[in-house]
C-alpha cells in the first residue's frame, strides 16, 4: 500500500475553476485503477479549524494506492494534468502506512499491522469529524495546540486539510523522526491536554490517526521547497 499526497498551489484567478474541480473530479480519481480510497481537499492553516484559515490557493488530491507503480504514474493521469496545467506550484509526498487508528468515511484505508519505522522524517495524519453541537468547544482548544505544532523543532512541515470548510478537518504534517513525533503527541502540555479533554468530552463522531513513513518528498509550497528526504 501507498498513499501519496499532491498539494497544487494556483494563481487567484483559477479559484472559480478549483472549485469546480472539487465538485466534479471525485469519481474519476476513484474510480482509478490502483486506487482503494480517495479524498480531493481543501487546505488552510490550520491554526483555528474555522472558515478563516481557509486557503484557497492550495488544493490537495488524497490517494491511496495497491501498489507503488500506480502512485508513481498518477502525474499522467488527466485529473492530475489538469490541476498541474493551471498551477503555479506543486508539493507531492510518497508515503507509506506504519500505524493507523480510526476510520475516514466509515473505512480504514490505511488498515495495516504495526509497523516499525526506518530512520528519517515520518507523516501523520490526523483527521476528525465533530459533532456539531461540540464545535465552540473543540475551536476553543485548537489554537494553543496549532501554535505548540508550529513551534516544535522537530517539524518539518504542517498543513490543515479538510473535506469541507466545518466540521470536516484534519493536519497533515511531516516530522524531522518517530522520536519527534511521539515526543509531541504524549508529552506536550497543550497536545496532552487536548487529548485528555477528547476522551472527557466526546466530541468527535468520527476520528483518525495515523503515522506514515515518508518515502518521498518532491516540489514546493508557498514558494518553499517541502522538507526533503534525509
Not at 206 to 227: C, H, K, L, N, P
Request: glycine share 8%; net charge positive.
Amino acid at each position: 500500500m501507498i498513499v501519496r499526497l499532491d498539494v497544487w498551489g494556483i494563481p487567484r484567478t483559477g479559484i472559480p475553476r478549483a472549485f469546480l474541480r472539487m465538485a466534479t473530479q471525485r469519481r474519476a480519481v476513484r474510480v482509478t485503477p490502483g486506487v482503494t480510497f480517495a479524498k480531493l481537499m481543501g487546505t488552510g492553516s490550520g491554526e483555528t479549524f474555522t472558515m478563516r484559515d481557509a486557503d484557497l490557493r492550495h488544493w490537495a488530491i488524497l490517494t491511496v494506492w495497491s501498489e507503488q507503480t500506480g502512485a508513481e504514474s498518477f502525474d499522467d493521469h488527466r485529473v492530475a494534468r489538469a490541476w498541474q496545467d493551471s498551477s503555479t506550484e506543486h508539493a507531492c509526498v510518497l508515503m507509506r502506512p506504519l500505524v493507523s487508528r480510526g476510520s475516514w468515511s466509515g473505512k480504514e484505508p490505511f488498515a495495516v499491522p504495526d509497523t516499525k519505522a526506518d530512520p528519517g522524517p515520518i507523516a501523520a495524519i490526523t483527521r476528525a469529524r465533530i459533532k456539531p453541537h461540540l464545535w465552540w468547544r473543540f475551536w476553543s482548544s485548537v489554537p494553543p495546540v496549532a501554535l505548540d505544532l508550529r513551534s516544535d523543532p522537530g517539524v518539518l512541515f504542517t498543513l490543515g486539510i479538510g473535506e469541507a470548510p466545518v466540521g470536516l478537518q484534519g493536519t497533515f504534517s511531516i516530522w524531522r523522526d518517530a522520536a519527534a513525533l511521539s515526543e509531541f503527541a504524549y508529552r506536550r502540555p497543550a497536545h496532552a491536554e487536548v487529548v485528555t479533554r477528547t476522551h472527557e468530552l466526546q466530541w468527535y463522531a468520527e476520528e483518525m490517526f495515523t503515522r506514515f513513513q515518508v518515502m518521498d518528498i518532491r516540489g514546493s509550497y508557498d514558494g518553499r521547497e517541502v522538507a526533503p528526504v534525509s
